[in-house]
């Protein structure tokens, strides 16, 4: 059984008292249950303010950074998303809430079927799942997008990501600033990508700490 209070205290005590007034935002996150996308050892600490490693390398985004994303990413009921590195699909699953057609990619394929069977239980109709050979190549046979989430913090956007972007699409994640010593992340800025005619422009907000998706380590196509 999956505990409403947790998710209640979440947004009370997360969202709403950082700046978070989305109530589309509120009702999408507490329709989910995270604690049901993380491993049994994880349950207890599924709402807690900090990335969930759930190991090879993987994080599940916190709360806040999450929501924050979302903010920025101004989904509306007609949007079509692209979520990159849905892992489980606890993201996807959300996603599924705020827009009307959510793609949902990862290279992980056992936590895709995971996703499928959550999806499932959970009667979300309106996510594609695909298993992809690299994140940062987004997926390109469903563009373009008017919203792209990225769910990690990066290092760089790739030319073929970027162009499946919609005219006055948005694209959201975590740009990395500093790694830290022996760690797959570090300090990074919340940023807003949004397509204007042919032209990307870059917008930095607020302040995080995410670990890197893998895929997006290395400095290759638009760095910042």
Request: hydrophobic share 45%; net charge neutral.
């Amino acid at each position: 059984m999956y505990s409403t209070d947790m998710r209640k205290n979440m947004i009370l005590g997360q969202l709403f008292t950082n700046d978070i007034g989305n109530k589309h935002i509120f009702n999408a996150m507490a329709a989910v249950p995270r604690e049901a996308f993380v491993p049994d050892r994880l349950h207890g600490a599924a709402y807690v303010d900090e990335d969930l490693d759930l190991g090879n390398g993987r994080y599940l985004m916190e709360p806040l950074t999450f929501a924050k994303l979302l903010d920025l990413a101004e989904i509306t009921p007609a949007c079509r998303v692209l979520n990159i590195g849905c892992l489980t699909g606890y993201s996807a699953a959300v996603l599924a809430k705020l827009a009307a057609q959510v793609i949902a990619t990862d290279t992980d394929t056992g936590a895709l079927e995971e996703a499928r069977l959550h999806m499932n239980q959970m009667r979300i109709t309106n996510v594609n799942l695909q298993a992809v050979k690299a994140l940062p190549e987004g997926f390109p046979n469903s563009a373009p997008y008017d919203v792209i989430v990225i769910q990690g913090a990066i290092n760089f956007i790739s030319e073929k990501l970027a162009a499946q972007l919609a005219p006055g699409g948005r694209l959201v994640t975590v740009r990395n600033v500093a790694t830290r010593p022996g760690m797959t992340g570090g300090l990074g800025k919340g940023l807003l990508i949004r397509r204007v005619e042919q032209k990307l422009q870059y917008r930095e907000y607020f302040d995080t700490a995410c670990a890197i998706l893998p895929g997006f380590e290395q400095s290759a196509g638009f760095t910042f």
